[in-house]
């Protein structure tokens, strides 16, 4: 965790940013783990919390909402940040979360977490502050609508549980776009709000303006949650579709 | 005064990672005297030279994806940076630097073994820049860049120095001048350039009035003859018109003036308004973020969470392996925690809870004003938002008018020139008593006039500019005299390396005018059999290269001669130009450079015979100094085929002797 929290200086100034920022991350990692341990998700691998980060952030600016930003590169195997496993570590170094499982070979390492009893009563601080509170909502209802897909007919039988979703995420189309050009080790552009996701996601969000006359548009207005699952049923059946 | 030369990197080691050109990671120690880089067509060993370049520079003027465009697509390895580690010296000064490849950045550099990290230093290349230019002597890593590129890296294909004028006026003057001087020199021709095209603008603009006065006297001339014949009531009606037309573009003219100045304060207004906003939103937003950072340290620093402390103090348990620890190291490692606030592992500073801590009670007013905070800020922003939108407005309402006033004053210069020679016409023709003639004397002697004044400005440009040539010259002089100092040192070296392929050759110093006109500068020309090659089409090809490697080799020895200053000089060879009577003297002449330096062959086996010639001379172990490209690159069917022929090959080369 970081340490300084007072700010004078410039240089102060940018290190409290810093601070912030890694709190932030820090928060919502916590986020993700609460609302899995909601839905009796026995543990979140290392490339689960990957995969449901990256959703719940390129998908952020739907319910209008800020999450600190995280640099994800394109790799072969989906969008990855190192930050979120750094401060994943930090954290069960913290005792917020705990190591379900943990195994290495060949240099490579697996590793399933949970939250711990601390974690949660960690985060039932930090949501009283209502900004937090916010997005523990949004990464809430990612996750719900995550678990809604995660044994669906039809995914990757090379993984387990939420690890899933991977053949989802690979559908996602800002990451597709990279897969399909290639560019490996690219950043995928979160920050652009006008990026593929985002463009989808409005189509699917103005489906009432797209209503032949006559139709009444406010009965037709969907809610957050009705695009998540529409947007990821675009994303399934994107999926079986590549077979 | 100390004489200061340029100091030139010798490399050292060099690794490179991860990179999918490779089958395997390269690693290879650079050794006094030779080294070897053998393999065939397309296993990356050029690549390797631009790995090498770019590790020491960066990547200068390639693009971003150089080195992964030059992966297949199936072998770009996944999930790791490729990356490539130098190891090399600057004078006595030691330094290693690692650069990501795909990612062009340096992820760290130390320099005598204190190092510099991406992670602390966000802006580590110039960083870098700066310590290479103060260990070389450079005033630019542009120079660096330029001496690998022309002197020290030579591709098969590459450039010949020995006839770029230049290339070749440039390296040496890095090599053998000091104190900056090519720094200097550029500085001075430069300011020539300047003040030399100051002066053709303006005697550009000379040549128009002179055209128009030429175009005057011929009018006079004909007026003479009776074909022309001035109006004067026409001539009044013209002027007429041309003083309405000033006026109202003057009018015109005013009100933009004016609106400029409205607007201009009304942006100096509102500029002050968006400062002193957006000041009140920066302040605002660290305040927030202070205040952020203050609730969540408390509720990170929660003692329910620093389990792993609590758990040390009170009951010496360690939460790696849950024993029981002696007391006493328990305490040391709480100590370490608490007091020091130092972690036990890293030793870096941590985050403790501390009497700054605030209490649950606390935690909810802080909340409270931060919301509030937050909400303040949100106004303020909108605030801002909104006073942003509206200055963009008038900044773009100001350009429009900068570009019309600009007009106006062009379009009212017209008029007055204009209306000068209406008026100069109706003067004369209203005199009377003056013959029509005159007219156009009054408007050849104003137009003269424009283009004396226009004389008395070039004039003293030119004088300026007669100084800056001189000042030039004089340091033209200055390093024309110091290569007349070195090229005696030189030409015996190069007689050396060439006699026993070419007989008598020397160096013959040739003037060569450059841009700058009326200065020449002197570079070196190989003459041999009688003529002096003053292009390289007055030599054959393979002259042409075995001249160029024996240049390169000369000024390399030289500069050590002068400066005892080393390099690692790199050849791509191609002795696939010579002829067999001729590749034993090619590979003396080589062994004789790597006798007294570093020098790297880069060699594809094009001609069988060449490598074992090349390295006999080499006093030790041959193997050691051998980079296999065929142990370490992609190789093609054609290549898998013939790698028994080729394993023959090279042990030819490591057992020739």
């Not at chain 2, 033209?476 to 007989?503: M, P, Q």
């Amino acid at each position: 965790m970081p340490n300084s929290t007072k700010s004078s200086r410039p240089s102060d100034r940018a290190q409290s940013r810093r601070d912030n920022e890694y709190f932030k991350r820090s928060n919502e990692i916590l986020y993700l783990f609460y609302s899995a341990d909601e839905l009796n998700w026995p543990y979140i691998s290392k490339i689960g919390v990957q995969k449901c980060l990256y959703l719940s952030e390129i998908l952020s600016p739907l319910k209008e909402i800020i999450l600190a930003f995280l640099n994800f590169i394109y790799l072969y195997k989906g969008p990855y940040s190192k930050d979120i496993q750094n401060i994943l570590d930090n954290l069960v170094a913290l005792n917020a979360i705990e190591v379900v499982s943990f195994t290495t070979t060949d240099g490579n390492s697996y590793a399933d977490y949970r939250i711990t009893e601390p974690g949660k009563y960690l985060v039932q601080h930090l949501v009283s502050y209502l900004v937090e509170k916010e997005k523990l909502d949004w990464i809430r209802t990612v996750t719900k609508v995550i678990d809604a897909y995660k044994d669906s007919y039809g995914l990757s039988t090379q993984y387990e549980g939420v690890d899933k979703i991977i053949d989802l995420v690979y559908q996602e189309p800002s990451f597709k776009d990279l897969k399909k050009r290639g560019a490996k080790r690219e950043a995928i552009p979160i920050e652009d709000r006008n990026n593929l996701t985002m463009n989808l996601v409005n189509f699917l969000k103005k489906v009432d303006q797209r209503l032949p006359p006559g139709y009444e548009k406010d009965r037709y207005k969907l809610d957050l949650e009705t695009i998540l699952l529409l947007f990821f049923e675009y994303l399934y059946v994107e999926h079986l579709s590549e077979g | 005064m100390g004489v200061e030369y340029i100091k030139l990197p010798i490399i050292r080691k060099i690794e490179v990672q991860n990179y999918g050109l490779f089958r395997k990671n390269l690693q290879y120690k650079f050794q006094e005297g030779l080294n070897l880089f053998i393999g065939g067509n397309r296993q990356g060993k050029t690549t390797t030279m631009y790995i090498i370049l770019y590790g020491l520079i960066g990547l200068h003027d390639k693009s971003k994806d150089f080195f992964s465009s030059r992966v297949k697509q199936e072998n770009l390895s996944k999930d790791t940076h490729p990356m490539v580690k130098l190891n090399f010296q600057i004078g006595k000064a030691k330094l290693e630097i690692e650069r990501d490849l795909f990612d062009p950045r340096i992820n760290y550099f130390s320099v005598n073994g204190r190092s510099y990290k991406r992670a602390d230093n966000p802006d580590i290349e110039e960083v870098y820049e700066k310590e290479i230019e103060r260990l070389a002597g450079i005033s630019d890593l542009a120079d660096y860049n330029f001496l690998l590129e022309k002197l020290l890296i030579r591709e098969e294909e590459g450039n010949y120095l020995l006839w770029n004028t230049d290339d070749q006026m440039r390296v040496l003057r890095l090599l053998f001048s000091y104190g900056k001087f090519d720094e200097e020199f550029i500085r001075l021709r430069e300011n020539y350039r300047k003040i030399d095209s100051k002066v053709r603008g303006q005697q550009d603009i000379q040549a128009q009035f002179k055209k128009r006065r030429r175009a005057v006297e011929r009018e006079k001339f004909e007026s003479i003859k009776g074909l022309t014949k001035i109006d004067p009531a026409e001539l009044k009606k013209q002027m007429s018109s041309l003083e309405k037309e000033t006026a109202n573009l003057t009018a015109t003219y005013e009100k933009i003036v004016t609106n400029i100045r409205d607007i201009g304060n009304a942006i100096k207004t509102l500029n002050q308004d968006v400062n002193g906003l957006s000041n009140e939103v920066e302040e605002l937003d660290s305040e927030t973020i202070r205040m952020e950072n203050l609730l969540f340290k408390s509720v990170y620093t929660d003692p329910k969470v620093q389990l792993a402390n609590h758990k040390l103090k009170n009951y010496q348990i360690c939460i790696f392996c849950n024993r029981k620890i002696p007391k006493d190291k328990a305490q040391d490692i709480v100590s370490n925690i608490e007091e020091r606030k130092r972690c036990p592992v890293c030793d870096s500073v941590i985050s403790q809870a501390s009497s700054d801590d605030i209490t649950e009670k606390e935690r909810a007013s802080l909340i409270e004003v931060l919301l509030k905070k937050r909400a303040t800020t949100d106004e303020k922003k909108s605030q801002l938002s909104a006073k942003q939108k509206e200055l963009d407005t008038l900044k773009k309402q100001l350009e429009g008018l900068w570009i019309q006033e600009n007009k106006m004053k062009e379009d009212l210069r017209k008029k007055s020139l204009e209306t000068d020679d209406i008026k100069l016409q109706l003067s004369t023709v209203e005199m009377g008593a003056i013959e029509e003639t005159s007219v156009f004397d009054r408007r050849i002697e104003y137009l003269q006039s424009q283009i004396d004044e226009y004389q008395k400005d070039i004039d003293k440009d030119k004088i300026e500019r007669e100084a800056a040539r001189k000042t030039l010259e004089q340091k033209n002089r200055e390093f024309t005299k110091r290569l007349e100092e070195i090229r005696e040192g030189l030409v015996e070296i190069f007689k050396d390396y060439t006699a026993s392929f070419l007989g008598e050759c020397e160096l013959a110093a040739v003037p060569r005018k450059t841009d700058i006109s009326m200065i020449y500068f002197n570079v070196f020309a190989p003459k041999f059999a009688g003529s002096t090659r003053y292009y390289k089409n007055q030599a054959s090809n393979s002259e042409a290269t075995f001249l160029e490697y024996a240049f390169r080799m000369s000024l390399c020895q030289l500069f050590k001669q002068i400066t005892g200053g080393e390099s690692l000089l790199a050849i791509e060879t191609s002795e696939g130009l010579f002829d067999i009577g001729s590749v034993p003297v090619l590979a003396e002449a080589i062994s004789k450079y790597y006798d007294v330096s570093y020098l790297l062959i880069i060699s594809n086996l094009g001609r069988s015979d060449f490598l074992p010639m090349l390295v006999v001379k080499s006093k030790d172990e041959i193997r050691s100094r051998v980079l296999n490209y065929f142990d370490i690159g992609r190789l093609s069917a054609a290549q898998e085929k013939d790698r028994e022929k080729f394993d023959a090959e090279f042990n030819k080369i490591l057992t020739a002797k």
